[in-house]
């Protein structure tokens, strides 16, 4: 993992709600933990932009936040696509997904899924991500 240690850290937050956006773009921001936020408004937006760079590592996300509920393509939906990507960039990415209802349902979902870490509740508390972040990456 050396070469990483000038890597620069971005995070992508994927959710349709420009609010929750809004919000968790700055609780990202203040916690200082990355140096670039790409902000995707649909699962398929974000996969097409993890796509176009998978030849680019350091265009790539260290980090995901993935909103459960979404029009069209949900986060599980997404999950179904991601894990086609190739494994030497899903292996060095982390996923949190994000719900504004704890459903213990999704939490169990969430929570078996390979790629994902924990599943947060919306808005994001600072403290949570910098946890997460730092038991993950």
């Known amino acids: ?25 700055k ?34 996300p260290a ?15 997404f999950l179904e696509q991601y894990k086609k990507l190739p494994s030497s960039f899903t292996e060095s990415c982390v996923i949190a997904m994000l719900s504004s209802t704890l459903d213990f349902s999704d939490i169990q979902r969430a929570e078996a899924n390979p790629y994902v870490v924990k599943l947060l509740k919306k808005p994001l508390i600072p403290e949570t991500l910098i946890q997460v972040v730092s038991e993950n990456l």
């Open 63 to 77: 980090f995901i936040l993935l909103d459960i509920q979404m029009p069209e393509m949900n986060g599980f939906e």
């Open 1 to 25: 993992m050396g070469n990483l240690i000038n890597a620069s850290k971005i995070v992508m937050l994927i959710d349709d709600n420009d609010i929750d956006l809004k919000i968790n773009g």
């Open 27 to 60: 609780i990202v921001a203040i916690t200082k933990l990355f140096d670039e936020i790409i902000v995707c408004k649909s699962g398929e937006e974000a996969l097409n932009h993890l796509r176009h760079n998978l030849t680019i590592p350091e265009a790539l």
